[in-house]
């Protein structure tokens, strides 16, 4: 089998290969064979046919069966005999059959790139500093109390966080349109759930007032028809409700899992979350500039056919914080998030995934099982009282285990290229040094 490899620049290569005629013809009787052992031909019993005839009615159809089943033997072969080492599959072009009955065709494949490191001991990391103190964890509990708390009627001017309860009636040009009224309808003021023009004018009112509001519907609005059109609303203002951040009592605290139900214990726990959020915040952080560093210090090319796999699997990934409906339509989803919007996250995170595995390479670094356990058992620490579950589920399911392990080794190469990095310290505010983790994330 005659294999040659062109090169039309960058990572393309181009397999040209010609299968001998001998193989064609060999793989041909054979299919012809297999076909005539039950053909039924008149004048002639099943399988009793001549040779001749079988190929003059089979001959052709075998020989383009046997085309695809030929390329599929012989691509893994000619890749060996070429030494390359493709990055995805291969698009493949029939040239067809030579004069003497051999088969050509092309492979066009994408190759991995060569990668020789450098910067591995130049790189330099800030490490941020932050200390949990008294005021953090009132600003935690402060930022608890707003999450659970109720609302009570007041006999006051509705304000912005107010919830309201009213019934209206719009018309434009005097004349009532569809989704125009509602009875008991609740909004909560300033959260922007309702027309802005409508929000605002019902800030200022009392509970028992009946007015009229104009409110101009937005250029952009869904409903085509009230589009930039101004709709006057007759409104009843039925309840205005005022938020009450929720108190500290002990059944409150226990039903947010601190059995001695008291302050203290709370504000040790939120102590301990706190404390936890900041560590994670540092690594993750230090990690990050460590990859930053490795990746700026190697530039290379990727090959396309890993960046399409990973837009794929950015896309499905940021699928998963969309509705139901929108994750099970496959054009919707790309038209919201192109190719495009992903190409160059998606490019360095291939090329990151390259960097990783040439420095574990050529640092000889083997995966560490006893921090393959320690990450398990802080992964499962997280689920409580079912950690051991989630031990056992982990364990059972090998896609979830080498994610794991993924994520150690990647650690390992991180401690590995801090050994020999500058490390300065910086003192950084709690606020600032999560919310950049939550922007990482």
Do not use: C, W
Request: glycine fraction near 6%; avoid cysteine.
């Amino acid at each position: 089998m005659d294999v040659s490899v062109e090169n039309p620049g960058g990572l393309k290569r181009r397999l040209k290969v010609q299968i001998p005629a001998e193989r064609v013809n060999g793989a041909v009787d054979e299919k012809v064979k297999r076909v005539g052992a039950n053909a039924r031909i008149p004048g002639f019993r099943p399988g009793k046919a001549p040779t001749k005839i079988l190929y003059q009615r089979y001959g052709e159809q075998a020989r383009q069966e046997v085309v695809s089943e030929l390329v599929q033997q012989t691509y893994p072969e000619a890749l060996q005999q070429s030494e390359l080492n493709p990055a995805g599959q291969p698009e493949i072009e029939f040239d067809g059959f030579d004069d003497d009955g051999a088969l050509s065709y092309a492979a066009n494949v994408e190759v991995y790139p060569e990668i020789e490191l450098t910067g591995l001991d130049d790189i330099s990391v800030e490490k941020p500093q932050a200390e949990v103190d008294d005021d953090d964890i009132d600003n935690t509990l402060t930022r608890i109390r707003e999450q659970n708390k109720t609302y009570e009627e007041v006999e006051r001017e509705a304000a912005d966080g107010d919830k309201v309860t009213l019934d209206y009636v719009g018309r434009i040009d005097g004349e009532a349109f569809e989704g125009g009224s509602a009875d008991d309808m609740t909004i909560t003021l300033g959260e922007q759930q309702f027309l802005p023009d409508m929000e605002r004018g019902l800030v200022g009112h009392t509970a028992g007032e009946e007015f009229n509001l104009d409110v101009t519907f937005p250029e952009e609005y869904g409903a085509k028809e009230l589009a930039g059109k101004t709709a006057t609303f007759e409104i009843k203002l039925k309840s205005v409700a005022g938020p009450k951040p929720a108190e500290l009592t002990e059944d409150f605290i226990k039903e947010m899992g601190i059995e001695e139900g008291t302050e203290d214990a709370l504000r040790a726990r939120v102590r301990e979350s706190l404390e936890q959020e900041v560590k994670h915040a540092i690594e993750t952080s230090v990690k990050t500039q460590v990859m930053d560093n490795l990746y700026e210090a190697n530039p290379i090319e990727v090959p396309q056919p890993m960046v399409a796999q990973e837009i794929e699997r950015m896309r499905k990934e940021a699928s998963q914080r969309l509705p139901e409906q929108l994750q099970n339509n496959p054009e919707q989803l790309k038209q919201m998030l192109p190719d495009e919007a992903l190409q160059e996250q998606a490019e360095k995170r291939v090329a990151l995934g390259l960097l990783i595995a040439e420095v574990i390479s050529k640092r000889e670094i083997e995966l560490d099982q006893s921090k393959v356990d320690e990450k398990m058992e802080e992964v499962a620490a997280g689920y409580g009282d079912q950690a051991e579950q989630v031990k056992q589920y982990y364990q059972q399911n090998p896609q979830l285990m080498q994610g794991l392990q993924a994520m150690v080794m990647e650690q390992q190469v991180v401690d590995n290229l801090l050994e020999n990095a500058t490390i300065t310290e910086k003192e950084t505010e709690l606020d600032e040094l999560l919310n950049a983790n939550q922007n990482a994330g």
